[in-house]
């Protein structure tokens, strides 16, 4: 409890402090608040006692747009993406979250795509236009389940993810994220320290897919998530 306490009442100052401060570099270019935000999540991750392993760079290729694809399972997922992934990338999040005093400006002014899912003919909007800017050379992150998984089983994905990904015509880069479910629960506010490991896998190639092709990509990123993740101890 005492950890907890301490990282709520030591983040959110530091938060706003990132938000308020960052902004402003906005304005030179969005790229500099990313970068600021990447060190706003290593913070985070040292308040909370979290320890952060990557592997698989590898994998990456250099100035290549991806979309990077991971489960879900924590709201410490985004910190270690965040401090894990390396790079410029963008966030691909559900609208509601722009609409947040500040911390909605903060997403705005750093390029995230907002995605709008209140009905059929405003989501095709929104994937069309987080396609054209993948198109542009910007790697995004997509959570496929759609939101935090409640018992830290990988969930069902859904295609809105996967038609971005086709419209894109870019490589689909799965993550596979391990121990942030025992680190803080989504149906718990405690917080545990511990080790999360990012596993970045090797990329699929959309560019000679069709959207007939989107249940097989579906299919296969799923496959490969979970098959790292159960390789974990």
Do not use: C
């Not at 419209?167 to 545990?192: C, D, E, L, Y």
């Amino acid at each position: 409890m005492i950890r907890t306490i301490f990282y709520f009442a030591t983040l959110i100052p530091w938060t706003l402090f990132v938000i308020v401060t960052g902004v402003p570099l906005s304005f030179i270019s969005p790229d500099y608040l990313h970068n600021y935000a990447r060190l706003w999540a290593r913070v985070g991750l040292l308040l909370a006692g979290v320890r952060l392993k990557v592997s698989g760079q590898e994998h990456l290729r250099a100035g290549q747009p991806v979309i990077y694809m991971s489960n879900h399972a924590s709201n410490f997922d985004i910190l270690a993406l965040f401090a894990g992934l390396p790079g410029q990338f963008r966030w691909l999040a559900k609208e509601e979250l722009f609409r947040i005093p500040l911390f909605g400006l903060a997403m705005r002014r750093a390029g995230y795509i907002p995605l709008d899912r209140s009905d059929r003919r405003k989501a095709l909007h929104s994937m069309t236009e987080a396609a054209k800017r993948i198109r542009g050379g910007a790697s995004v992150v997509i959570f496929p389940e759609g939101t935090r998984s409640a018992d830290g089983i990988l969930q069902p994905f859904k295609k809105g993810g996967f038609l971005i990904a086709l419209k894109a015509g870019v490589p689909v880069q799965p993550v596979a994220i391990s121990g942030s479910f025992a680190i803080m629960p989504k149906t718990s506010r405690q917080i545990h320290g511990g080790l999360i490991e990012v596993q970045i896998l090797p990329a699929i190639a959309t560019a000679e897919l069709t959207s007939a092709d989107t249940e097989k990509l579906l299919a296969t990123v799923q496959e490969r998530i979970g098959t790292a993740l159960e390789a974990r101890p």
